[in-house]
Nanobody, 119 residues
Framework: VQLQASGGGLVQAGGSLRLSCVAT????????MGWYRQAPGAQREWVAS???????DYLGSVKGRFTVSRDNAKNTVNLQMNNLTPEDTAVYYC??????????????WGQGTQVTVSS
């Protein structure tokens, strides 16, 4: 199974970006999906997650600005990021808990996509 993330880039403060991540390979079911980020010199932190049924949760600092969504038919997860600030600058990683055969689940990570917000 591979996760391919896209959509990062350079944007001015106050701007928006939309990240997407698609899972390919042997997939029986996609469980929870979400996004993490890692700023330079910092540890990777959780940003947002969404369950298969659509329940979402967010890091406090992004709540109200970021929206996570998913398309179960296409095995994709998205992150709409609005009103970006320089503090959002980081490499963003998608994550998915994937059941490849019934009863066998694994965490999978995308390759990361750079988001840079200039002031």
């Amino acid at each position: 199974v591979q996760l391919q993330a896209s959509g990062g880039g350079l944007v001015q403060a106050g701007g928006s970006l939309r990240l997407s991540c698609v899972a390919t390979g042997k997939i029986f079911a996609m469980k929870s999906m979400g996004w993490y980020r890692q700023a330079p010199g910092a540890q990777r932190e959780w940003v947002a997650s969404i369950t298969r049924s659509g329940t979402t949760d967010y890091l406090g600092s992004v709540k109200g600005r970021f929206t996570v969504s998913r398309d179960n038919a296409k095995n994709t997860v998205n992150l709409q990021m609005n009103n970006l600030t320089p503090e959002d600058t980081a490499v963003y990683y998608c994550n998915a808990r994937i059941e490849i055969i019934p009863g066998h689940e694994y965490d999978n990570w995308g390759q990361g996509t750079q988001v840079t917000v200039s002031s």
